[in-house]
């Protein structure tokens, strides 16, 4: 019989998890650990059936002591639609787990004990990961409404903004309320250097937008925005309105109401290929 490796995920476990691992045979915590690993697989496996099925470049899936990720080669490139629901497959899985539980409850497959762990740690491990803070699908989710209103520059910047703000003001509630779980400020603590680290390289992830959107067709795409501004607007400031799944017109206002209308293609050619980074909309119109 032969496995359809299509459907199997390339696992990847971070050397920490390693540790953790022998600590908890030290402790005799390892049920609990294990228990958590179970859940945190199925809940990227999820995620990595999904975009599986619509062939998603998918480099690894990685479980550590937290959780795990799955990393791909898509950023921005794929459709709204695809993107949430890769997310929502995620959540999904622990309705499955509370599925099997009751079953294996009411069959008493296993002790009363173990159930009560199975129980505990996958409601946990749910309502932690809807929690508004990125990298969580919580935090997706957010990034993904953010991203239908907003141009993607405004709605990421905003996404880990927000999840900054929520980070410090979790840690500040439980000092203020003497709550302070070691393992839940860790958490928090590693989400806000995250955060931190996202925020330092976001114009990094907002030119790979720009680039991935460069080489997709936007033919296939259905909702067009026409995009106003003045004839003296820096390119850079264009390019910083654009929304994913949108296709865009510029329209250039020029003196004495003059307009002239620019493809967002050629914004994107001649901010990457020509390097007219610091040109206006203006000189790109009369140097076509």
């Known amino acids: 019989m032969t496995i359809n490796r299509k459907y199997v995920p390339p696992i990847y476990i971070h050397p920490i998890l390693f540790i953790f ?10 049920l ?6 179970m859940i ?8 990595y059936l999904m975009a599986s099925f619509f062939n998603w470049r998918i480099k690894k899936v990685t479980l550590w002591v ?10 921005a490139s794929r459709p709204l639609y695809e993107e949430i629901l890769v997310t929502i497959a995620g959540p999904v899985q622990h309705l499955f787990i509370y599925l099997f539980y009751f079953m294996f409850k009411q069959f008493e497959v296993f002790p009363d004990s173990i159930l009560a762990m199975i129980l505990l740690y996958n409601t946990m491990i749910l309502v932690f990961n809807l929690l508004p803070v990125w990298p969580l699908d919580g935090g997706k989710f957010l990034f993904f409404c953010l991203s239908h209103f907003l141009p993607y520059r405004k709605a990421y910047d905003g996404t880990i903004l927000f999840s900054i703000i929520v980070c410090i ?12 779980p070691f393992t839940l400020c860790l958490l928090i603590g590693f989400l806000m250097i995250e955060n931190i680290v996202e925020w330092k390289r976001r114009y990094f992830v907002f030119l790979r937008f720009l680039l991935n959107r460069y ?12 995009i106003v501004v003045s004839s003296e607007e820096k390119l850079i400031s264009v390019l910083q309105l654009f929304q994913r799944d949108t296709k865009h017109f510029i329209y250039i206002i020029f003196p004495g109401q003059k307009r002239e209308r620019l493809d967002e293609s050629k914004c994107l050619q ?9 040109k206006t909309i203006g000189e790109l119109v009369k140097n076509t």
């Not at 080489?215 to 026409?226: A, E, G, S, T």
């Open 169 to 180: 003001l979790s840690l500040v509630f439980f000092l203020l309320f003497n709550f302070n």
């Open 21 to 30: 691992i022998g600590i908890s045979f030290v402790t005799g915590t390892f």
């Open 66 to 75: 937290f959780g795990g990720v799955m990393e791909t080669d898509e950023h």
């Open 40 to 47: 945190v697989f199925i809940h990227e496996l999820g995620h």
């Open 270 to 278: 001649s901010y990457f290929y020509e390097k007219q980074i610091h």
């Open 32 to 37: 609990s650990l294990f228990i958590i690993l």
């Open 215 to 226: 080489h997709v067709d936007l033919d296939r795409v259905r909702k067009i925005k026409p």
